[in-house]
T-cell receptor, first 113, second 113 residues
Framework: DAGVTQSPTHLIKTRGQQVTLRCSPK?????VSWYQQALGQGPQFIFQ???????QRGNFPDRFSGHQFPNYSSELNVNALLLGDSALYLC????????????FGSGTQLSVL | GNSVTQMEGPVTLSEEAFLTINCTYT??????LFWYVQYPGEGLQLLLK?????DKGSNKGFEATYRKETTSFHLEKGSVQVSDSAVYFC????????????FGDGTTLTVKP
C-alpha cells in the first residue's frame, strides 16, 4: 500500500521563477492538504483540496496556487519565487475533509537562490 | 486565531529517563489535539490524538491528556529509548478537519545511550 508520495525530493530555483510540486495521496484518500515548513518551525497550512476544489486556505498570497486532478493527485504552484519561499513543502492526505488522521509525505525541499 | 506553543528545545536525555514536552494552545471552539513525530528524512507521523476534554491519547509508550482548564496537552513517556530521538510537534484542528491543522514549532529530542 503506497503512502503519500511527493516529487521532486529536492529543487533549486532562482528568484522570480515559477515552481510546480506534485503529490500523490495515499491509496483510497481523496483529500490533499499542503503545508510549508520553514527551517526550525512547524508546518504552516497553505490550502486543502477536496473534490477537485480548494476548500480551505491559510494565510498565503495568491502566488501560491494549486490543483487537484480526478485521480486525487495534486499540484502546488508557486509563482514569482522569493528567497523566503525556501522551505520544506509537505503534502498530507486524508479521506474526506472531516477526517482526523493525516498521512504525510516526506516533502519537497525547495531552495530559492 | 488558533495557536500552539511548545516548550523550547532541544531536549537531551539519557536512555530510560522520563520525558515531558509541554504544549499549550489557544483555539476558538473545541479543538482536537495531536502529537506528531518527525524522524530524520521522513514526513510527519501521527503519534497520538485526543478529541475532547479529559481524553488521554496513547501510543508506543507515549501519553498526553487533553486538559481544557489549562489549555494543555503535554507529551510524556516514562522511559525513553535512543530510537525515540526525533522532532515532536503538537498540533490542533477544529471542526474535525485535521487537514487544516495548526502546529507548534516542534521540540527536538535527543536520547543518548
Amino acid at each position: 500500500d503506497a503512502g503519500v508520495t511527493q516529487s521532486p525530493t529536492h529543487l533549486i530555483k532562482t528568484r522570480g521563477q515559477q515552481v510546480t510540486l506534485r503529490c500523490s495521496p495515499k491509496s483510497g484518500h481523496d483529500t490533499v492538504s499542503w503545508y510549508q515548513q520553514a527551517l526550525g518551525q512547524g508546518p504552516q497550512f497553505i490550502f486543502q483540496y477536496y473534490e477537485e476544489e480548494e476548500r480551505q486556505r491559510g494565510n498565503f498570497p495568491d502566488r501560491f496556487s494549486g490543483h487537484q486532478f480526478p485521480n486525487y493527485s495534486s499540484e502546488l504552484n508557486v509563482n514569482a519565487l522569493l528567497l523566503g519561499d525556501s522551505a520544506l513543502y509537505l503534502c498530507a492526505s486524508s479521506l474526506g475533509d472531516r477526517e482526523e488522521k493525516l498521512f504525510f509525505g516526506s516533502g519537497t525541499q525547495l531552495s530559492v537562490l | 486565531g488558533n495557536s500552539v506553543t511548545q516548550m523550547e528545545g532541544p531536549v537531551t536525555l539519557s536512555e530510560e529517563a522520563f520525558l515531558t514536552i509541554n504544549c499549550t494552545y489557544t483555539a476558538t471552539g473545541y479543538p482536537s489535539l495531536f502529537w506528531y513525530v518527525q524522524y530524520p528524512g521522513e514526513g510527519l507521523q501521527l503519534l497520538l490524538k485526543a478529541t475532547k476534554a479529559d481524553d488521554k491519547g496513547s501510543n508506543k509508550g507515549f501519553e498526553a491528556t487533553y486538559r481544557k482548564e489549562t489549555t494543555s496537552f503535554h507529551l510524556e513517556k516514562g522511559s525513553v529509548q535512543v530510537s525515540d530521538s526525533a522532532v515532536y510537534f503538537c498540533a490542533l484542528s477544529v471542526n474535525t478537519n485535521a487537514g487544516k491543522s495548526t502546529f507548534g514549532d516542534g521540540t527536538t529530542l535527543t536520547v543518548k545511550p
